[in-house]
């Protein structure tokens, strides 16, 4: 999982887009969040574009990294930080990594 880890921190401290493979299908992301949560390594996005189960993107995703596969980060940069309901990342039991 290290690897991973980097990976997506390097991401999220550089604003790069991710795409990735998660239950059945490709999502392009903004990567947003990084940290563990309820004892599980999780990456909070807004998605773009791609699969989605529920066919609401674009819009927000909390990914379980023990589920996702074919990560690939992109030369492709966003701007930075998606406005939410709340200033910090609360409810996580860890926060490894936040856009800014």
Same mark, same amino acid.
């Given at each position: ?11 999220? $401290?550089? +604003? !790069?887009? #991710? ?5 059945? %299908? &490709? ?10 949560? $309820?004892? +599980? !390594?999780? #990456? ?5 574009? %791609? &699969?989605?189960?529920?066919?609401d993107v ?29 200033d910090e ?12």
């Amino acid at each position: 999982m290290a690897p991973i880890i980097q990976a997506l921190k390097h991401a999220i $401290d550089n +604003r !790069h887009l #991710l795409q990735l493979k998660y239950h059945g %299908g &490709f999502r392009l992301v903004e990567p947003q969040v990084l940290g563990v949560f $309820d004892g +599980r !390594h999780q #990456l909070l996005s807004y998605q773009l574009a %791609g &699969f989605s189960e529920s066919g609401d993107v674009p819009g927000w995703r909390r990914f379980d990294l023990s589920d996702a596969s074919d990560l690939t980060v992109l030369p492709v940069t966003f701007d930075g930080p998606r406005p939410t309901r709340f200033d910090e990342p609360v409810g996580w039991d860890e926060v490894l990594a936040v856009v800014h």
